[in-house]
């Protein structure tokens, strides 16, 4: 069973930093674009940043310059790296992947999601 693991969320105060790691687990051959997204309370879940094979990157408007999305692809891994965090940044934080199967059929998978609260 192929699964995505998140880790690394947690309180921070406004300013700070935290940096949230998701790993790919399973049967699987590769993986191709890889996401971040994130859903505040009572708001629809929006892509927070992209990151596809080649490294190419993409930022929500609201992160540019705080965010930093990076790929490990020996470990199967994503991470984001937040910082100059404020309250609106508050939310849960979904991993998100495309890979490939066995078959060489490309599929998505999301992850349970982290919770990142940024209060004083």
């Known amino acids: 069973q192929v699964q995505l693991v998140e880790s690394g969320g947690g309180l921070v105060q406004p300013g700070g930093s935290l940096r949230l790691s998701c790993a790919a687990s399973g049967s699987f051959v590769s993986i191709g674009t890889m996401s971040w997204y994130r859903q505040a309370p009572g708001k629809q879940r929006e892509l927070v940043a992209q990151?596809?094979?080649?490294?190419?990157?993409n930022y929500a408007d609201s992160v540019k310059g705080r965010f930093t999305i990076s790929r490990d692809d020996m470990k199967n891994a994503v991470y984001l790296q937040m910082n100059s965090l404020k309250p609106e940044d508050t939310a849960v934080y979904y991993c998100?992947?495309?890979?490939?199967?066995?078959?060489?059929?490309?599929?998505?998978?999301w992850g349970r999601g982290t919770q990142v609260t940024v209060s004083s």
């Open positions: 998100h992947a495309n890979l490939r199967s066995r078959d060489y059929l490309w599929f998505a998978l």
């Open positions: 990151i596809i094979s080649s490294g190419s990157t």
